[in-house]
C-alpha cells in the first residue's frame, strides 16, 4: 500500500512539474507576445500618421501579423531546442532524411516545427495519460506506464506522419513520371534547351504534376544560384527511391553537359513505362479479383446452400423425425 502511494505521489509530481514547466512558457509566451503587440501599434500609429489610413483598414493585416508573430516565436523556440544540448537526440539523421524528402519548401523551418510538436505532444500526452481512469489503473500494476505510453505517442506521432506523408509523395511522383516523361520530350522535340524545357514544366504544368513539379521548382532555384545541373538534381534523384526517376535524371544531366537528342531515348522510356504500369494494374486487379472470390464465397455461399440444398435436408430431417417417432 505504502508503495501504491508512494507511486502515485511521484506521478503527481511529475504531472505537477509540466504543468509548472506549461505555466512558465504560458508566461514567457505572453509577456513577449505583449511586447510585440506594442511595437506593433506604434509602427501602426506611425504609419497612419504618415499615410493618413483609418485605423479599422489595418485589423485584417494586424491579425495575419499576429499569427506570423505566434508562429515566429514558435519556431525560434524550436530552433534553440534544436541547437541545444539533446539537438541530435531529438531529431536523428533519419528524421532530417524524412523532413528533406516530405517535400516542405522552408526544410529549416520544418525541423523547428517537427521538434516542437514533438516536445510539446510528450508533454501533452504525457498529462493526459495520466489523467485519465484506464492508465491510472494500470499503474497500479506496472509503474509509469502512462508516463511511457505518452511519452511514446508523443515521440512517434510525428515522425509517422512524415513517414506516411513520405510513402505518399513516392507514390504520387511514380504515377507523374509518365507524363514528365512525355512533356519532356515533347518540349525538346520543339526546340527548347534543357533549361527552358525544366522552365516551363515547371511554371505552367506545376497543376498536371505538383509534386514532380514542385521538386522541380527546387532544383530550378538551385541551378540559378549556382550549383551544377547534377547538383540540383540530386534530391529529385536519390530522395524517392525510383529508378526510372534516378535514370531521367542521369539522362537530363548527361543531355545539358554534352547536347545530344532525348526525342528517340524518351520515346523508348515511355514505352517501358507504360507498358510497366499496365502489367501493375493487372497485377492489382488479378489480387482485388482473388479478395472478391473470398468475399463473394463467405456472403454468397450460405445463400446458395439454402436455396440448393434446403429441401433436401428438410426432407432429410421430415424423414428422420417419422422414423423416430414411429
Not at 548527361?254 to 522510356?269: C, S, T
Request: hydrophobic residues 50%; aromatic residues 8%; positive net charge.
Amino acid at each position: 500500500m505504502m508503495a501504491l502511494e508512494a507511486q502515485t505521489v511521484l506521478v503527481w509530481g511529475a504531472v505537477a512539474c509540466a504543468l509548472a514547466g506549461l505555466i512558465l512558457f504560458a508566461l514567457w509566451f505572453h509577456n513577449h507576445w505583449q511586447q510585440r503587440q506594442q511595437a506593433m501599434r506604434l509602427s501602426q500609429a506611425v504609419d497612419e500618421r504618415l499615410k493618413g489610413a483609418p485605423h479599422m483598414t489595418q485589423a485584417p493585416s494586424q491579425s495575419r501579423q499576429t499569427v506570423e508573430q505566434i508562429k515566429m516565436q514558435a519556431g525560434s523556440l524550436g530552433e534553440r531546442w534544436l541547437k541545444g544540448r539533446f539537438g541530435s537526440s531529438l531529431l536523428s539523421e533519419e528524421d532530417r532524411v524524412l523532413i528533406m524528402n516530405a517535400g516542405f519548401k522552408h526544410i529549416d523551418v520544418a525541423r523547428q516545427y517537427f521538434v516542437l510538436s514533438r516536445v510539446g505532444l510528450s508533454i501533452v500526452l504525457i498529462v493526459l495519460f495520466s489523467l485519465l481512469p484506464m492508465t491510472r489503473r494500470l499503474n497500479e500494476y506496472v509503474p509509469f506506464v502512462s508516463v511511457f505510453i505518452g511519452f511514446a505517442l508523443g515521440w512517434m506521432l510525428p515522425k509517422w506522419w512524415l513517414a506516411r506523408r513520405v510513402s505518399q509523395r513516392r507514390l504520387r511522383i511514380a504515377a507523374e513520371l509518365p507524363l514528365f516523361v512525355d512533356l519532356l520530350r515533347l518540349l525538346q522535340g520543339v526546340g527548347l534547351s534543357m533549361d527552358q524545357t525544366l522552365h516551363t514544366i515547371e511554371r505552367e504544368f506545376h497543376d498536371v504534376i505538383p509534386v514532380m513539379g514542385s521538386e522541380l521548382t527546387i532544383a530550378v532555384e538551385q541551378y540559378a544560384r549556382g550549383r551544377t545541373r547534377e547538383q540540383s538534381l540530386e534530391r529529385i534523384a536519390s530522395g524517392f527511391t525510383n529508378e526510372d526517376l534516378a535514370v531521367i535524371c542521369r539522362l537530363i544531366v548527361q543531355v545539358d553537359q554534352h547536347g545530344g537528342a532525348m526525342q528517340e531515348p524518351l520515346h523508348r522510356f515511355g514505352v517501358r513505362l507504360r507498358e510497366q504500369r499496365r502489367l501493375e494494374l493487372k497485377a492489382k486487379v488479378g489480387k482485388l479479383t482473388v479478395k472478391m472470390t473470398g468475399v463473394m464465397v463467405l456472403t454468397l455461399l450460405p445463400a446458395l446452400l439454402i436455396i440448393t440444398a434446403g429441401s433436401g435436408f428438410l426432407a432429410l430431417f421430415r424423414g428422420l423425425s417419422q422414423v423416430a417417432g414411429g
